[in-house]
């Protein structure tokens, strides 16, 4: 059974590889694309947990934003996956989708107090910002 773990983490890192690396690419390319993938594919399954509590607290407005969120980032990555260029750029549309859809989505529910906390999912575009390798790109 340890064998089998040990292995796991090179397998997912040769599927990660095979996915979203492109040869002759800077070692910066590399790192961006690879936390753009990271960061959209971790908000994805954050969106679908998200979904699924606001699912079993039956509040469908809040279901429904988070199915639109969700499928954003759905498209987005699967556009990603296909051109494999542009990391920054896409790094940086979805972190504005981010903070405009928290700031659309307050204002949708009626508020902070009844927004089910999409506020911050706004402040997470600002934060995700502070983690990508060229700060001056991002701003």
């Not at 790192?31 to 998200?50: D, E, H, P, Q, W």
């Not at 260029?85 to 940086?92: D, G, I, S």
Request: net charge positive.
């Amino acid at each position: 059974m340890r064998h089998i773990k040990n292995k796991l983490p090179q397998n997912w890192s040769r599927l990660l590889t095979h996915l979203i690396y492109s040869p002759g690419e800077s070692e910066e390319d590399s790192l961006s694309k690879n936390i753009y993938f990271g960061i959209a594919s971790s908000t994805f399954i954050l969106g679908i947990i998200a979904l699924a509590v606001y699912w079993c607290l039956d509040l469908m407005s809040l279901v429904y934003l988070m199915a639109g969120f969700c499928a954003f980032f759905v498209v987005t990555v699967l556009l990603f996956l296909r051109s494999r260029k542009h990391a920054e750029q896409f790094f940086v549309g979805t972190e504005v989708f981010k903070i405009l859809f928290g700031f659309a989505a307050v204002l949708i529910t009626g508020g902070i107090l009844r927004s089910g906390g999409f506020v911050f999912i706004g402040f997470g575009g600002i934060y995700f910002a502070l983690v990508f390798p060229d700060l001056r790109k991002v701003r």
